[in-house]
Each structure stands twice: as C-alpha cells, then as structure tokens.
Antibody, heavy 119, light 107 residues
Framework: EVQLVESGGGLVKPGGSLRLSCAASGFTFSSYSMNWVRQAPGKGLEWVSSISSSSSYIYYADSVKGRFTISRDNAKNSLYLQMNSLRAEDTAVYYCARGYGDQHLFDIWGQGTMVTVSS | AIWMTQSPSLLSASTGDRVTISCRMS??????LAWYQQKPGKAPELLIY???TLQSGVPSRFSGSGSGTDFTLTISCLQSEDFATYYC?????????FGQGTKVEIK
C-alpha cells in the first residue's frame, strides 16, 4: 500500500524551531518529487515547499523562504522539513504529498501533523 | 502568482442532485488544473487532473471540464460520501495555488 506518514508536529513558542518528518512506503520513493502543503485551522490549502527526486531542485513559498528547509534521504525513504523562526501564522496541519510527474500536482497525501506556534 | 476564484463557497444539495463547482483563473493556464476532495479531519485526495482526467479509482459521477481561465467540476448524482470540501489547484505556473474551497453540505 502506498503510504505517507508525517511526524514531528507539536506546540512551539514563536521564534522556535521544529523538524517534521515524512516516512514513505509502498512506492519507489527515490523516483518522485515530494512536497509539503499546509492548512491553517479552518482555512484552505497552501503549498509550502517541494524537492525533486534527487534533491537537485528545491522550491519554497515566499511565506517560508529563508526560514524553512526541505530535504530528503532516499536511502531512508524519508522527507523532512526543518522549520526555524516560527511565527503564529505558521500554525497549521502540515501534509507531505507526493508529486505527480514533474509537476506541482499532488497524487498521494499523508494524514498530516499539527504544528501550533503559540506562547 | 495566479489567483483563483472558486464558487460557490458553500453549496447545499441533496443526495441524487447534480452539482457544479466553478474555478476561474486570473490568467490562462491551459489545462493545468486539478480538483481535490477533502473530508473533515482527513487529507485531501486527488480527483481530477489535466482539467478532465479522472484519477484512478475515482467514481465516474465526477467529471471536470474547461481550459484557459474557466473550469468546472461536476458531480452528476450526489452520493452521501460526496459531502465534503472541494478545492481546485493550478499547476501551470510557480507557485502552485489552490482555490478557496467549496463546501458541499446536506440540504
């Protein structure tokens, strides 16, 4: 079964850091681009970051550029998001999502992990 | 960035109804449009991509149409499991963007 499982969410103070992980199974992880998409409570979806299959290409939304770092370990079938200088507006459920082809299209999603930034 | 206007934001319908959701782009995107379904507390699921191509396993009562700036998601005969929120998403240009969502609720 194709599956993505996120972990690492939690409560953090403004200015703090958190590292999210996404464990992939059931497909050849190293062949796919991967993404992080977030959803603030009661709000819509916002793409956050993407990384190509070999980590050659990395992209960020303007809202997180310079604060978040996406990475992957193909040997461990894992995707990561290092989040620094967190703000209240970063509070959201963070989903990892598999890229479909070489486009910013998302065909498989994890269940999400909640990040709350509050003092 | 490309902006998207999705309408309506709330749609009240009954089981068996035919429902239509619209997504309008601020500029042309050819057919680089996807539709997702999200149920409460769950992750989104890809329904349609390339404006009209049904993702594997998606029931045929779902259909998509349009190109350029105007797109439509149609559910031909609403089932109980279809009550959810639907999002359009463009992947024509960077950054990828989503519509605001349409909640389909029971009338």
């Amino acid at each position: 079964e194709v599956q993505l499982v996120e972990s690492g969410g939690g409560l953090v103070k403004p200015g703090g850091s958190l590292r999210l992980s996404c464990a992939a199974s059931g497909f050849t992880f190293s062949s796919y681009s991967m993404n992080w998409v977030r959803q603030a409570p009661g709000k819509g979806l916002e793409w956050v970051s993407s990384i190509s299959s070999s980590s050659s290409y990395i992209y960020y939304a303007d809202s997180v550029k310079g604060r978040f770092t996406i990475s992957r370990d193909n040997a461990k079938n894992s995707l990561y998001l290092q989040m620094n200088s967190l703000r209240a507006e970063d509070t959201a459920v963070y989903y990892c999502a598999r890229g479909y082809g070489d486009q910013h299209l998302f065909d498989i999603w994890g269940q999400g992990t909640m990040v709350t930034v509050s003092s | 960035a490309i902006w998207m206007t999705q309408s309506p934001s709330l749609l009240s319908a009954s089981t068996g109804d035919r429902v239509t959701i619209s997504c309008r782009m601020s500029q042309g995107i050819s057919s680089y449009l996807a539709w997702y379904q999200q149920k409460p507390g769950k992750a989104p699921e890809l329904l349609i991509y390339a404006a009209s191509t049904l993702q594997s396993g998606v029931p045929s009562r779902f259909s998509g149409s349009g190109s350029g700036t105007d797109f439509t998601l149609t559910i031909s005969c609403l089932q109980s499991e279809d009550f959810a929120t639907y999002y359009c998403q463009q992947y024509y240009s960077f950054p990828p963007t989503f519509g605001q969502g349409t909640k389909v609720e029971i009338k």
